[in-house]
Nanobody, 125 residues
Framework: QVQLVESGGGLVQPGGSLRLSCAASGFTLDYYAIGWFRQAPGKEREGVSCISGKDGSTYYADSVKGRFTISRDSAKSTVYLQMNSLKDEDTAVYYC??????????????????WGQGTQVTVSS
C-alpha cells in the first residue's frame, strides 16, 4: 500500500535551513505528484509545494517562493523539501502528500489521496 514517511524536521533559528525528506513506498514515484502541506496551530492547512509525476514540474506557494525548493530522487523513491531563509511563520507541522500523475490544484488538501504522519518544524531564536 502507499506509504509516506517524513523526516528532517526540528528546531532551527530564523534565517537557518532544514531539509525535509519524504520516503515513499508502495508505488512508482515518477507516476505520482508529491506535495508538501503545512499546518500551524490555529490555522488551516496550507499547500506549500508540489512536484508532478512525469515531467517533474514544480509549484510553490507565494509565501515560500524563492526560499524553498522541492526535488525528487526516483532511485531512492524520496522527495525533498529544501527550506532556506526560514522565518518564524514557517513554524508548522509539515505533511508529505501524494496523488496520481500531476499536481493539479495542489493547494487544496482534498486533491491528495495519501498523507504522511507529519514532521514538526519550529523556527525560533
Amino acid at each position: 500500500q502507499v506509504q509516506l514517511v517524513e523526516s528532517g524536521g526540528g528546531l532551527v533559528q530564523p534565517g537557518g535551513s532544514l531539509r525535509l525528506s519524504c520516503a515513499a513506498s508502495g508505488f512508482t514515484l515518477d507516476y505520482y505528484a508529491i506535495g508538501w502541506f503545512r499546518q500551524a496551530p490555529g490555522k488551516e492547512r496550507e499547500g506549500v509545494s508540489c512536484i508532478s509525476g512525469k515531467d517533474g514540474s514544480t509549484y510553490y506557494a507565494d509565501s515560500v517562493k524563492g526560499r524553498f525548493t522541492i526535488s525528487r530522487d526516483s532511485a531512492k523513491s524520496t522527495v525533498y523539501l529544501q527550506m532556506n531563509s526560514l522565518k518564524d511563520e514557517d513554524t508548522a507541522v509539515y505533511y508529505c502528500v501524494a496523488r496520481i500523475a500531476v499536481c493539479g490544484t495542489y493547494s487544496s488538501p482534498s486533491s491528495f489521496n495519501w498523507w504522511g504522519q507529519g514532521t514538526q518544524v519550529t523556527v525560533s531564536s
